[in-house]
């Protein structure tokens, strides 16, 4: 069970629907209250990336590409050369290859950003089933409706 001052991880499709502010961004909000929670809202250096790569690939407008700059701003950003998450990235892959019947295959992007949680401790909000697999026994996570924004589990 998620407290009020635990961390959150955001995947890439979170902070998509936040810039879009779409009504799944906007249940986020009001159910997670991210503006009042400074600092306390974690993405990947993967994500960043992603975000810029479909910006680019949606031709989003100079409004729209300084509300994700500003977003990111906002955001803590873990690098990929924190200690830990190497080997949380080669136990992620190995799992899912190998000790789920059937395999669970991911995307890079996806297993890092599942190894920075894994190595954090912290919840990882998606609205993928990429990460059921992983959870509850590698990570921990908060799985949101891509339609409605309401929480899953």
């Not at 100079?62 to 500003?70: N, P, S, T």
Request: charged fraction near 25%; proline fraction near 3%; include cysteine.
């Amino acid at each position: 069970m998620i407290h009020k001052n635990d961390l959150i991880f955001l995947d890439t499709n979170i902070v998509l629907h936040f810039i879009r502010k779409n009504i799944v961004g906007q249940q986020i909000e009001a159910d997670y209250q991210f503006r009042q929670r400074p600092n306390s809202s974690l993405i990947s250096r993967v994500t960043v990336g992603e975000m810029y790569a479909l910006a680019k690939k949606f031709e989003w407008g100079q409004a729209k590409i300084m509300a994700l700059d500003d977003l990111l701003n906002k955001l803590v950003i873990i690098e990929l050369d924190l200690v830990g998450i190497v080997n949380s990235y080669a136990q992620i892959d190995y799992f899912s290859e190998k000790q789920v019947k059937p395999a669970c295959p991911m995307g890079q992007n996806d297993m890092w950003i599942a190894a920075t949680v894994a190595t954090l401790g912290v919840w990882l909000m998606t609205t993928d089933k990429d990460f059921d697999h992983l959870h509850p026994e590698l990570i921990k996570r908060i799985k949101i409706d891509a339609k409605t924004g309401k929480t899953i589990t």
